[in-house]
């Protein structure tokens, strides 16, 4: 079946620092590909997304490629903030399953001043 | 435009209790999911709707769980009777099918069974 795999966190960076997340995934068929963050006691956001390989997302200085060769969707960021802690999923869609996503186990990201 | 909608936002019960929690999708659209949120178990998906028939229930953990969808803009998760175990984060989210996918997450309703 469709899974997503994301590394293990929580990762501590300092303000400024260079963020990366990975994620990769395995599935059938041509999936979609999300990543969706969560600050401290909300619902999950959509903050990017890719719809096809080589598509890049981007959104609030955050980006992904979606890499069809390494099935891989690592999320990136320049330069973070103490307001980007919280924690991001990776997701996939898979246009054969319906509306349905499949979610990595989330990985939290503490960033300090 | 309003998001998704939930409540209660929290809700304390005692084990044996029914709980109910509800949820109004975005308006328009036309697939809704029942997720739970636990530290041990991560992100879960219960259950779902497209256009208000439940197509896939795998993720409901037990027959004390139930949900239902009797319209486009309202749909219930139900669990009876409660247990301490059952204590979690649960989300609803909604979806345009035939759209991008993406879904759109309520604020969750905390629940704590004592």
């Known amino acids: 079946g469709d899974s997503v795999t994301q590394m293990e966190g929580p990762v501590t960076l300092s303000e400024e620092a260079f963020l990366t997340i990975n994620c990769t995934y395995t599935a059938t068929g041509y999936p979609s590909l999300f990543w969706y963050v969560q600050y401290p006691g909300e619902g999950l956001q959509l903050l990017l997304k890719a719809t096809k390989a080589d598509d890049k997302g981007s959104n609030k200085g955050f980006e992904a490629t979606y890499r069809k060769e390494t099935t891989s969707f690592h999320l990136e960021k320049g330069s973070v903030q103490v307001s980007d802690s919280a924690v991001y999923f990776c997701?996939?869609?898979?246009?054969?399953?319906?509306?349905?996503?499949?979610f990595g186990t989330g990985t939290q990201l503490k960033v300090e001043l | 435009d309003a998001g998704v909608i939930q409540s209660p936002r929290h809700e304390v019960t005692e084990m044996g209790q029914e709980v109910t929690l509800r949820c109004k999708p975005i308006s328009g659209h036309n697939s809704l999911f029942w997720y739970r949120q636990t530290m041990m178990r991560g992100l879960e998906l219960l259950i779902y709707f497209n256009n208000n028939v439940p197509i896939d229930d795998s993720g409901m953990p037990e027959d004390r769980f139930s949900a239902k969808m009797p319209n486009a803009s309202f749909s219930t998760l139900k669990i009876q009777p409660s247990e301490p175990r059952d204590s979690a984060v649960y989300f609803c989210a909604s979806s345009l099918e035939g759209g991008s996918y993406e879904q759109y997450f309520g604020p969750g309703t905390r629940l704590t069974v004592t």
């Open positions: 997701a996939l869609s898979d246009r054969g399953g319906g509306n349905k996503l499949t």
